[in-house]
């Protein structure tokens, strides 16, 4: 037994001592636990996706719209944006030709527009139109923003089903004798119910037939109204909406439910959707499209690391020794580490992206040369990352400890293995700050939405300024460092 | 040919290299002889240009020898202490990389690592992965990956350890060959035996100070004796042994013999008559040369393997 004490204690001495095995152990897995419980509301009031960028373009001047978008201001779900800055930081309401043309470029500051129509409300038809312009570029986050727009709308503004109706009606009657018709309904409500008889024909004429006093409710008493009520429970989770929403046709008016209840078909039919999509309408296979590109720079990131670390091992062999006393200096020895990491990055970054196109249809060759362009600087910003790792780490298990870490990070912030905006704002925040999210935007840009090399210089400055930030880093380290040593 | 002139090298407190001086000349199979921590990788990288003196010059063939400087690099080769080598890739891989950076290509590459693996004996083996080679194999191919490009000065730092015997005796065989044939040579090393057969030159050093130079022969007479007398630690010579350090320096080896260097004023006649008026028996003495292990620890007071 004492033997095996001693035995025991040597492992628990070696594991405490190994700075990178304790990182491994503890460190990374509280934080993927948090990312992840942040994503999926474990013990947060806000659960659910936060501030996505929605515009919004109000066409009517029924008060009712108004209202809506209020309600959508509201809604913790979105950023609402209703309004054009226009060059001399003066703004004017946002029309749908200035979403449209704000949803096309690298920096479009939204990708999912509401268009509320000048004819929301026809005589000539019972129920709503709506217009979603929509840049679907993530699966996940596009059937959530559809489920929370819905629900925004069932609940908030009821009274604009209820004016349809009496517009209709208006026109199928005539004023007269929609007139006797509201008059006879509120006598038989105030006989039946009581009340002011001319107060409930006055809100029937108004399209307020106390709906709203319903709907808003957390859940309706009446088992009618809450089959209207499209949202099965308010704190249900974003990955649950997604999971449900994925199974719902694409080019189908958006529902939330894969078998509504008759009475919520009733409502989608009184309330229609006109979703356009914007960009990538042509794209196939468009979820693969998204997904390829986040797994492809997670994996290699962790190759290129790798790839970096080796530096240790070619010290320790005593090759730099041997390299530094030929005609080699450091800066060609990091600088072919440089391009090497580069290269193999590129190729792998193809493979990849080629196993897309045999697996899943994505359009590689259509977009071949650019797709090559983001490509090779996505591979620059990744290889910079790690020789960076290997200037700052005192030995190769402690690079390796530091990579996994920073990489997982990195995806899992960068948007890599879910839509950022599943995250709470303030570790959105983060996203922009890692290579991963700006790769993605990258490969995204060019496979999803098609963008020029002129239109893509945004995205290539900013891989290329990462790479000169860090690999300029990774020098100034190396330099002053032991590595060479 | 080669000239180090008061040169120091600091690492923070630690002085590794205390103003050395050192001439070399062409041609010489010079000796860099110290324990773990002397001084020699550190002289080693000066000279190759790894690390630059904070004090002192250095030159070859009368130009600054500086960090980094791209002429002194081709007239130098260095064996470095460890297998420096791409274990993943083969003999024949690794030297045309090597090679490669000196410069060489197309047919005049080949011919030499064509050469070299003959003169190695590894020509059997060049297309194996450098990791299945024996230790002793790895070392013969980490040094001739240093004469590729035909330096004028040969580093050889420790370039035998961990060798077996048969692979030694083959390394030393070829860097003789090799100094013969008037390849300047410097060899740094703790094992006395390597500097004893090797080298025409030989400097002592130890903690950064260059403590003694010359050949052989020269550095012998620095002793304050000319022959040891060895003789077993036992009950019978317990007596002879007490008296002896009124005589000269006795010491005790670990594996049980006594050893007696006489002082200058001791005659060895007068040694053996006290040996005889113990009673012991001729036989049970030997004596020698004395060796650079008794003039290292004469000069500095300890043993190279501390």
């Not at chain 2, 005659?267 to 049970?284: D, I, Q, T």
Request: with cysteine; hydrophobic share 45%; glycine share 8%.
């Amino acid at each position: 037994m004492h033997t095996i004490l001693v035995l025991v204690r040597k492992d628990f001495t070696n594991f405490f001592r190994n700075k990178p095995a304790l990182l491994l152990t503890f460190v990374i897995p509280f934080v993927m636990i948090y990312l992840f419980g942040q994503i999926f509301g474990i013990n947060r009031k806000d659960s659910g996706p936060n501030g996505i960028p929605l515009a919004v373009v109000n066409l009517s001047d029924n008060p009712g719209a108004a209202k809506l978008v209020d309600a959508l201001k509201a809604e913790k779900s979105f950023r609402v944006l209703t309004k054009f800055v226009n060059p001399d930081k003066s703004t004017r309401p946002l029309t749908e030709a200035d979403a449209r043309a704000l949803m096309q470029g690298s920096d479009a500051p939204f990708r999912f527009a509401l268009v509320i129509p000048a004819d929301l409300i026809s005589t000539k038809t019972i129920g709503l139109r709506f217009k979603i312009l929509s840049n679907p570029r993530n699966e996940i986050e596009t059937q959530t923003v559809n489920g929370v727009l819905q629900k925004t709308i069932f609940t908030n503004v009821p009274e604009l089903l209820a004016q349809s109706l009496q517009a209709r009606a208006k026109d199928f009657l005539g004023d007269a004798r929609l007139q006797k018709f509201n008059g006879a309904i509120a006598g038989a409500v105030a006989g039946t119910f009581g009340g002011d008889k001319a107060q409930i024909e006055r809100d029937l004429s108004g399209g307020d037939f106390g709906i709203s006093q319903l709907t808003q409710s957390p859940k309706p008493a009446d088992p009618t109204l809450r089959r209207l009520d499209p949202t099965p429970a308010p704190a249900r989770s974003a990955a649950s909406v997604a999971a449900t929403a994925s199974a719902a046709p694409k080019s189908d008016p958006p529902t939330l439910d894969s078998h509504p209840s008759p009475a919520a078909s009733a409502a989608a039919q009184i309330i229609k959707f006109e979703t356009e999509q914007v960009v990538g309408a042509n794209v196939k296979s468009p979820a693969a499209t998204a997904i390829v590109g986040g797994w492809a720079i997670q994996f290699l990131l962790f190759a290129l690391s790798a790839s970096a670390v080796s530096l240790f091992r070619e010290r320790d062999a005593g090759i730099f020794q041997r390299l530094l006393a030929s005609p080699v200096t450091r800066a060609q020895i990091l600088l072919g580490k440089f391009v090497y990491g580069v290269s193999i990055g590129l190729i792998q970054l193809l493979v990849l992206f080629f196993a897309g196109r045999i697996l899943f249809g994505i359009e590689v060759e259509k977009h071949l040369g650019l797709l090559i362009l983001v490509c090779a600087f996505a591979a620059a910003a990744c290889t910079s990352f790690g020789m960076l790792l290997a200037a700052i780490a005192p030995n190769a298990e402690a690079a390796n400890g530091m990579a996994t870490f920073l990489i997982m990070m990195m995806s899992a912030l960068g948007g890599a293995w879910f839509p950022i905006s599943l995250m709470p704002q303030f570790i959105q925040q983060f996203s922009k700050l890692t290579l991963v999210y700006w790769s993605m935007e990258g490969f995204s840009n060019v496979l999803w939405a098609g963008m020029s090399f002129v239109q893509l210089l945004p995205v290539l400055g900013i891989l290329g300024g990462i790479t000169a930030v860090v690999m300029s880093l990774a020098i100034w380290r190396f330099n002053r460092g032991k590595i060479f040593e | 040919m080669l000239s180090l002139a008061s040169v120091t090298k600091r690492y923070g407190s630690l002085t590794a290299l205390a103003g050395v001086s050192l001439n070399i000349e062409r041609g010489e199979f010079f000796g860099l002889l110290g324990p773990n921590g002397a001084g020699k990788s550190t002289t080693m990288s000066l000279i190759a240009g790894l690390r630059a003196p904070d004090t002192g010059t250095l030159t070859l063939d009368g130009q600054p020898l500086n960090a980094g400087s791209a002429v002194a690099r081709l007239s130098l080769g260095l064996v470095p202490q460890h297998i420096a080598l791409y274990s993943e890739l083969n003999a024949d891989e690794n030297l045309r990389i090597f090679g490669s950076l000196y410069g060489l290509s197309g047919s005049d590459l080949r011919a030499r690592i064509d050469a070299a693996l003959e003169a190695v004996q590894l020509t059997d083996r060049r297309r194996d992965a450098v990791k299945t080679f024996s230790g002793g194999m790895q070392r013969r191919l980490n040094l001739v990956a240093a004469l590729l490009h035909r330096p004028k000065l040969l580093l050889c730092d420790e370039p035998t350890v961990g060798v077996d015997p048969q692979s030694r005796n083959a390394i030393f065989e070829y860097l003789e060959q090799l100094n013969r044939d008037g390849l300047t040579i410097i060899y740094s090393t703790h094992y006395m035996e390597e500097a004893t057969r090797l080298c025409s030159r030989i400097g002592i050093i130890d903690h950064g100070k260059l403590h003694a130079l010359g050949t052989l022969d020269e550095l012998l007479t620095k002793l304050p004796f000319e022959e040891e007398i060895r003789f077993p630690a036992t009950p019978a010579t317990a007596a002879l042994a007490a008296q002896l350090p009124a005589h000269g320096e006795l010491t005790t080896t670990t594996d049980g013999l006594h050893r007696f260097r006489p002082h200058p004023a001791t005659k060895l006649s007068s040694f053996f008559s006290l040996a005889e008026s113990h009673a012991l028996p001729g036989r049970l003495f030997t004596s020698q040369r004395p060796t650079l292990e008794a003039l290292f620890l004469h000069l500095t007071g300890r043993t190279l393997r501390e």
